[in-house]
């Protein structure tokens, strides 16, 4: 590796708004490697937009540690895994009637692909 590259490797990347914004979960919860983290720390010292989005990030994940866990009831625990366990075997299949919603093909190659179905319908049941 030239001594060029090993410069480069070296500098800390420069992270645009959105991508430091995209990391503030991993970085609260200090997941982050610390090349990254001090990206985004470098970043935070020179953008006051984002260090006051990270301020206000950094504040309400504390709050929201701070509030003590309840455990659930055991029915609404059972009611609750009862659905995911429904929506894992089902909920395929009721997004496969929407699939024509989300992938529309134009008529210009739906027709012609039901007309060579046709045909090699016809062409296998007359060679028979």
Known sequence: MSGIQRRLMDVEPQLNHRE?????FALADEELPEPQAQAVRSHLD???ECRAGWDLYAKTVQRVRK????????VMASLVMNRVKRERRFGGLRKLHLAHTYHRFPVEI?????????VAAFLVMSAS
């Open 20 to 24: 430091a914004k995209a990391l503030f």
């Open 67 to 74: 509030v003590e866990r309840e455990k659930a009831p055991p």
């Open 46 to 48: 020179g953008c006051e």
């Open 110 to 118: 739906l027709i012609p692909l039901l007309l060579a179905a046709a």
